[in-house]
Nanobody
Framework: VQLQASGGGLVQAGGSLRLSCAASGQTFSSYDMTWFRQAPGKERERVATITWSASTYYTDSVKGRFTISRDFAKNTVYLQMNSLKPEDTAVYYC????????????WGQGTLVTVSS
């Protein structure tokens, strides 16, 4: 199983980015997909999850600004990030876990998002 994250970059505060995570080697529809982030000197944080049944979760700091979605035909999960803030600067990772399991079995390599003020 491989997860390939992409879409990071440098953006000014207030701008937008869309992250993508392409999955291969797994039955995509049976997995919950999550975006995590880790800022320098901070612990990893769960940002957003979309379950196999399309339920979503967002951490409070991104509610109303970020949207997680998935395209089953492309085996890809997206994170649309709008109204970006400098505090959103982090390495963003996608991860997957089999539906009903608590552990994330597979992780992508991370993509850096830098938001300048």
């Amino acid at each position: 199983v491989q997860l390939q994250a992409s879409g990071g970059g440098l953006v000014q505060a207030g701008g937008s980015l869309r992250l993508s995570c392409a999955a291969s080697g797994q039955t995509f529809s049976s997995y919950d997909m999550t975006w995590f982030r880790q800022a320098p000197g901070k612990e990893r944080e769960r940002v957003a999850t979309i379950t196999w049944s399309a339920s979503t979760y967002y951490t409070d700091s991104v509610k109303g600004r970020f949207t997680i979605s998935r395209d089953f035909a492309k085996n890809t999960v997206y994170l649309q990030m709008n109204s970006l803030k400098p505090e959103d600067t982090a390495v963003y990772y996608c991860a997957s876990r089999y539906a009903g399991y608590s552990e994330y079995a597979y992780w992508g390599q991370g993509t850096l998002v830098t938001v300048s003020s």
